[in-house]
């Protein structure tokens, strides 16, 4: 899995704003599609109508000719009610609608050079190398390349690490 982009991300939110009762405050929302956009965050807390226990997760499953991934809501299974089994099934409905929508789910998705992860990489390789940057480092999102992948640390040259015109 890769993490996710920042429109996919704000859809997410959006459907759990809708359909699970998420918080659509600017902190909550901002801090969701930041982790989103940064990292493969696999469980977020978002609480909502689903109580405490209320969690959005990415799954990554086999679905007969390759590997697709799965995003659901759920909560402790002891704070299940009949309102919230409701608010679960149709949030999850949405969800899986907008997985379809969003996500790449063979090689030939993740090579299309619109949409595809390949081509959002390449994408955000050629923006370091021309030295362009919105204040974040695109490829690990945060500001920080300390953890980047060894990969990244050789060809990223964002402005922000003072070494904008040669590569580490």
């Excluded at 699970?20 to 600017?26: F, I």
């Excluded at 309102?83 to 907008?98: M, P, Q």
């Excluded at 990489?121 to 390349?145: M, N, P």
Aim: proline share 4%; charged share 30%; aromatic share 10%.
């Amino acid at each position: 899995m890769t993490p996710m982009t920042e429109a996919a991300a704000h859809a997410v939110w959006d459907v759990l704003v809708a359909h699970a009762g998420a918080n659509d405050g600017n902190w909550e929302r901002n801090s969701f599609v930041r982790h989103q956009t940064s990292t493969v965050e696999r469980e977020w807390r978002f609480q909502g109508v689903l109580g405490f226990g209320g969690k959005f997760r990415r799954q990554r499953v086999w679905d007969g000719d390759d590997y697709a991934e799965r995003w659901y809501v759920d909560c402790y299974p002891e704070d299940e009610t009949d309102a919230r089994r409701a608010a679960i099934e149709t949030t999850n409905a949405a969800l899986a609608e907008l997985t379809k929508e969003t996500t790449p789910m063979n090689e030939t998705d993740v090579l299309d050079p619109d949409t595809g992860w390949l081509a959002r990489l390449v994408a955000d390789i050629i923006i370091d190398q021309t030295g362009a940057c919105d204040g974040w480092c695109d490829h690990c999102r945060h500001g920080d390349h300390r953890v980047c992948d060894e990969w990244f640390r050789d060809v990223c040259r964002c402005p922000h690490d003072n070494k904008a015109s040669e590569p580490r």
